[in-house]
């Protein structure tokens, strides 16, 4: 079984689209649909936005659904020109920004307890998709300082809310994890939230279109 983990319905809704749904049901409070994505047995779970939405969305796949590998997709905010707004990108190691113990551990900013480096390694599909680093925090704004973090120090090329915990959940479940994000806005490009707004659903309607293509190599 492939575990699909999205933050929205409208993310969701790209793959149910091309998927032949068995059985909707809600575990935990949250949506999860089963069926068939591209003839392959795929469980798809609508965590809601946020870090530990997304490690309860993955945790039900993994334990109630007996999911194999986990997918994560969906909208993410581009940091620097390497990211074209509506291009879609793979994520190639992701960190969890707004994760600091380094006054207690003196590790870098983003370091899991459990971990001895901040950024944790996923899995890449064949498809050529440029590989970019993600950053991760339950924070979506226009933050000078959160910017210069995510840039300067921890060289990320996108940010988003989910992605980072879904592969942590992924790393404690021994699972095979994958991730792919459509740029909906760009830092210095004017506000984040009016370019989200303008440019999400264009943004989801490139990555639709690998979707086929990306079941392939799950």
């Not at 998927?19 to 949506?31: C, D, F, I, P």
């Not at 969890?96 to 459990?114: A, C, P, R, S, V």
């Not at 998709?129 to 995510?150: I, M, Q, V």
């Amino acid at each position: 079984m492939i575990g699909v983990v999205v933050a929205m319905q409208c993310e969701a809704d790209i793959l149910l689209e091309q998927m032949k749904v068995n059985r909707s049901l809600t575990v935990s409070g949250k949506k999860v649909h089963v069926g068939m994505a591209f003839s392959k047995p795929t469980a798809v779970c609508v965590c809601g936005v946020g870090k530990v939405n997304a490690s309860l969305g993955a945790q039900i796949l993994v334990s109630k659904f007996d999911a194999k590998k986990l997918f994560n997709f969906g909208v993410a905010g581009g940091l620097n020109n390497t990211t074209k707004l509506c291009e879609v990108y793979q994520i190639k190691e992701a960190v969890q920004f707004d994760f600091d113990l380094t006054q207690l551990n003196g590790t870098k900013i983003g370091t899991l307890d459990e971990y001895k480096e901040n950024y944790l390694a996923l899995n890449h599909f064949r498809a050529k998709l440029p590989l970019k680093r993600l950053g991760t925090a339950d924070r979506f704004n226009d933050s000078p300082a959160d910017y210069e973090l995510l840039t300067n120090e921890l060289k990320a090329d996108i940010r988003d809310m989910e992605g980072g915990a879904i592969v942590q959940a992924s790393f404690s479940a021994e699972l095979p994890v994958y991730c792919v994000k459509a740029i909906s806005d760009v830092a210095g490009s004017g506000s984040t939230t009016e370019q989200y707004l303008a440019n999400r659903e264009k943004a989801l309607q490139n990555l639709k279109t690998y979707l086929p293509i990306l079941f392939e190599d799950l």
